[in-house]
């Protein structure tokens, strides 16, 4: 299935897929064709990644509240020397 792409940003993400499947070759030793799991096993398979993926967002929320408490203390630093002076 070749198809031209032209935007970059999903050559981007076609690259990843393939980065992921590569990897999920090497460590598993099967495609995700493999015919030895149940619909209940892909099941939990996708909902421990979606929980790791709740646990990712999380961290990131940490991270940007961090930012923006530093954002407005280094606002708030410039506008009292701007008051000083």
């Keep these: 299935m070749k198809q031209k792409v032209e935007d970059q940003i999903v050559k981007n993400v076609l690259a990843k897929y393939v980065?992921?499947?590569?990897?999920?070759?090497k460590?598993?030793?099967?495609?995700?064709?493999?015919?030895?799991l149940t619909l209940e096993q892909w099941i939990t398979h996708l909902q421990e990644e979606l929980m790791d993926a709740t646990l990712y967002l999380e961290r990131i929320k940490k991270d940007i509240t961090l930012l923006e408490v530093e954002a407005f203390s280094n606002g708030?630093?410039?506008?009292?020397?701007?008051?000083?002076k």
């Design 76 to 84: 708030y630093r410039e506008a009292s020397k701007t008051r000083t």
């Design 19 to 25: 980065e992921r499947s590569n990897a999920g070759l």
């Design 27 to 36: 460590k598993y030793g099967t495609p995700l064709t493999r015919n030895d």
